[in-house]
Every structure is written in C-alpha cells, then in structure tokens.
T-cell receptor
Framework: EVQLVESGGGVERPGGSLRLSCAAT????????MNWVRQVPGKGLEWVSY????????GYVDSVKGRFTISRDNSKNTLYLQMNSLRADDTALYYC?????????????WGQGTTVIVTS | DIQMTQSPSSLSASVGDRVTITCRAS??????LGWYQQKPGKAPKLLIY???TLQSGGPSRFSGSGSGTDFTLTISSLQPDDFATYYC?????????FGQGTRLEMK
C-alpha cells in the first residue's frame, strides 16, 4: 500500500525548533518529488516547501524562508522538515505529499498530517 | 509569486445540480493546475491534474478545463459524497500556491 506517515509534531515555544519526518512506504521514494503543506484548523491549505527526487533542488514559501529546511534521505525513504525560529503563526497541521512529472507535479498521495502548536 | 484566486468562496447546491468552480492565476501557468477535494478531518485528495486529466479512480462526473490563467472545475451531477471543500493549486514554479478554497454545501 502506498503510504506516507508524518511524525514529529508537538508543542513548542516561540523561537524553538522541531523536526518533522515523513516515512514513505509502498512506492519508489526516490522517483518522486516531495512537499510539505500546512493547514490551520478551519482555514485553507498553504504550500510550505518542495524538494526534488535527488534533494538538490528545493523551494519555500516566503514566510518560512531562512527558518525551515526541507531534506530527504532516500536510503531511509524519509522526508524531513527542520523548523527553526518557530512562530505562533506556524501553528498548523502539517501534511507531506508526493508529486511527480506524471501528474504535472500535482500531489497525488498525502499523509494524515502531524500537528505543530507554537505557544508560550 | 503567482497568486491563485478561486470563486466562489462558498456555494450551496442540491444533489443532481451541475456545479462550476473557477480558479484564476495571476500569470500564465500553462496547464500546471490541480484540483483537490478535502472533507473535514481528512487529507486533501487529488481530483484533477494537468488542468483537465482525471486522477485515476476519480468519478467521471468531475471534469476540469482551462489553460493559461483561467480554469474551471465542473461537477456534472452533484452527489451526496461531493459536499466538501475544493482547492485549486498551481505547480508551475515555486511557491506552488493554493487557491483560498470553495466550500460546497448542501442547499
């Protein structure tokens, strides 16, 4: 079964750090680009970051540039999001999702999400 | 950055209705446009990619059209399972912005 499972969310104080992980199973992880998307409860979807299959290209939404770093370990079939200098407005449910050239880089498989709460 | 504007933000409709949601990009994105359905408490689900290609397993009542800056998602005959929130998203170049969403409610 094709599956993405996120972990690493939790409660952190402003200025703190968290590292999210996304474990991929059931498909050739290194054939796909990967993304992080977040959603504040009751609000819309916000794309956060992207990394290509090899890890040598990435992109970020402006609000997280310089604070968040996306990475991947293809030997472990795992995607990461290192989140530093956390702010209250980073509070959200964070999804990982895969994309491919086959879907014009639309995201066809999503995890169930992990919750990040930033509060003092 | 490319901005995506969806309309309407909410819509009331009845089972059997034909429903259309529009999405406009602030600059041309070719056909790098996807449509997603999200139900409460669930992850989004890809419905349409490349503006008009139905994702595998998707119901044929869903269709997409458009290219460049103007796109539409059409549900030909609304079913009870279709009441949800719909998002467009471009995948032309980062940041891959989503539209603000369209909440489809039962009339």
């Amino acid at each position: 079964e094709v599956q993405l499972v996120e972990s690493g969310g939790g409660v952190e104080r402003p200025g703190g750090s968290l590292r999210l992980s996304c474990a991929a199973t059931g498909f050739a992880f290194d054939d796909y680009g990967m993304n992080w998307v977040r959603q504040v409860p009751g609000k819309g979807l916000e794309w956060v970051s992207y990394i290509n299959w090899s890890g040598d290209r990435s992109g970020y939404v402006d609000s997280v540039k310089g604070r968040f770093t996306i990475s991947r370990d293809n030997s472990k079939n795992t995607l990461y999001l290192q989140m530093n200098s956390l702010r209250a407005d980073d509070t959200a449910l964070y999804y990982c999702a895969r994309d491919s050239s086959g879907t014009h880089y639309a995201m066809d498989v999503w995890g169930q999400g992990t919750t990040v709460i930033v509060t003092s | 950055d490319i901005q995506m504007t969806q309309s309407p933000s909410s819509l009331s409709a009845s089972v059997g209705d034909r429903v259309t949601i529009t999405c406009r990009a602030s600059q041309s994105i070719g056909n790098f446009l996807g449509w997603y359905q999200q139900k409460p408490g669930k992850a989004p689900k890809l419905l349409i990619y490349a503006a008009s290609t139905l994702q595998s397993g998707g119901p044929s009542r869903f269709s997409g059209s458009g290219s460049g800056t103007d796109f539409t998602l059409t549900i030909s005959s609304l079913q009870p399972d279709d009441f949800a929130t719909y998002y467009c998203q471009h995948s032309n170049s980062p940041p891959f912005t989503f539209g603000q969403g369209t909440r489809l409610e039962m009339k």
